[in-house]
């Protein structure tokens, strides 16, 4: 996809608009998720995936960025338009989200799993307002932003999902809020694959060589402890010793 463009004036138009509007319309959060992947990995119809994009999801573009303030947001949605586009063509033609999107499950306690009929291609959570808020990016790089939500459901969900082939196969959590009464992608969050290198192999179990002990060396070690701890005797000390703490010297 080419990006060069002579840039516009006021007496001409852009070539495209993207979509402020989801093509699914004003249904309910099982019908827009789906509609989302089928757009973009299934047909590769990146611009109508894109009117799935909220604004508000700018700033996790923003957040990866050395200083977020300076972002330049107008750029946001071609980025992401670009990012779109790329994952597709890797992924190659498919003619369903079948065996190209598995649901992974969303390992934090609060989120309630919603029952859907593609739980096969993802996994759906009614995610409470504390959780939200901490999870969307737009929150966190907002100054003053409450960082202190009711546990409320009901505003936002999170779809999880691995996509299957992907050369780096992560798992990636998509939140979703109405916005003007459609249901929008706000922000998101991809998690690298964990580690799987093999832990190192635990080292074996040391041998215990007995050997059979000299009867006069464990006669003598006894009679020193019962000696030095137990009788509380002190060990007599050489002749040379005596003399020095006496002060006698020899001629």
Known sequence: MSLDRTPDTKDTTPGFALPKVPRAG???????VPDFLQAWLVEGNIVAAMGYVSERSYAC???DTPDPSVFD?????VQILVNLKAAHDTLGKH?????LVIGVPLPIPGPRAVNQPHQAQFALYDIPEDLAARFDCASRLTPGAPTKRPREYGQHF??????????????IALLWAKEDGYWKIVSWYVAPKPDETPAAPAPPEPTVVRIKADLTLVQAAEDFVHTWLIRKTTMPRSNTSRREATGATTS
């Open 158 to 171: 999170g779809a999880t999902f691995r996509i299957a082939g992907a050369r780096n196969d992560t798992s």
């Open 73 to 77: 947001r107008g750029l946001a949605p």
């Open 26 to 32: 004003k249904k309910s959060i099982n019908v827009m």
């Open 61 to 63: 573009l923003a957040q």
């Open 95 to 99: 003619d369903s989200l079948e065996g």
